[in-house]
């Protein structure tokens, strides 16, 4: 998948590997042997495979005769490792933080384009089904369990559901209709938010149907921010893009994901149907 991180990984590789080359080490084997490090590292690491740590920098520079480039180096590390958010350490004082630095996002954003296959987008859920998110985040990461302030300060975002001349580009798969947070009960509910918030003009909500015929692969979810920001969130790390071309790649797949959708009357029938679906099981 491309992404301003790789990419700057992969332009950080090449220019180890002029390094490496410049010294007269001719291959990766006869530089692994110097460095003590296993052949497989240098070649990761020289095709973006693999973050250098700043010690990895330090002793490529060392041995290739090139400290005078290691204060650039070890900026350009710290920049790639900035590019990825991992969760972990975005969640290290737990869930509610990274909700709170989303508001200035969503309060200068006028257009936003969204894709979900799986899940509800957070600023259409209600207090229970983010309850029941947050909860999972504090389970699967091992943070501090903050779920109610997170949950709060998600809500908050809904704000901008009803404020200025925002658009809401919505579109989920179906299977985010059926994926069962919190059991029949606070799924009903969630449905029923859906069925609610459609009658909001700024709100545009499709769904692609299990069976539609698709043009592009479904993949991670995505959020466009205007034409400045995509944020794509992945089970380890949420990344940026921010490049313009690669901005333009998003735009394209959410047009041909949006291509699938059906919208309106369609919308509200599969959404009656997942009712119907939570209906039939027993509570808990």
Known sequence: MSSQAQEAREALGARLRGFRK????????????????????????????????EDDI???CRKTDKLSQLPDLIATVRHIDELWLEWRRHFKDGAEQRQ???????????????WHPTLVWGTLQ??????ETFRQVVDFFEIPDDAEAATAKRLERQQYLYQGDRLFDVVLGEQALYTNFGGPEVMRGQLDRLLAVMRNPRLVLGIVPRSANIAIWPGNSFSMFDDRLVLVETYSAEFSVTQPREIELYAKAFALLRQSAVHGTA???LIFEAIHHFD????D
Request: net charge positive; charged share 25%; proline share 5%.
């Open 22 to 53: 410049d010294a007269g080490f001719a291959s990766g084997r006869a530089f692994a042997r110097v460095t003590g490090w296993q052949e497989s590292k240098v070649s990761r690491i020289e095709n973006g495979k693999q973050n250098p740590s």
């Open 58 to 60: 330090r002793v490529w």
């Open 100 to 114: 709170r630095k989303a508001l200035p996002v969503y309060e200068k954003t006028r257009v936003f384009r969204i």
């Open 126 to 131: 209600t207090a229970a089904y983010a309850a």
């Open 267 to 269: 919308v509200r029938d």
């Open 280 to 283: 039939q099981l027993p509570s």
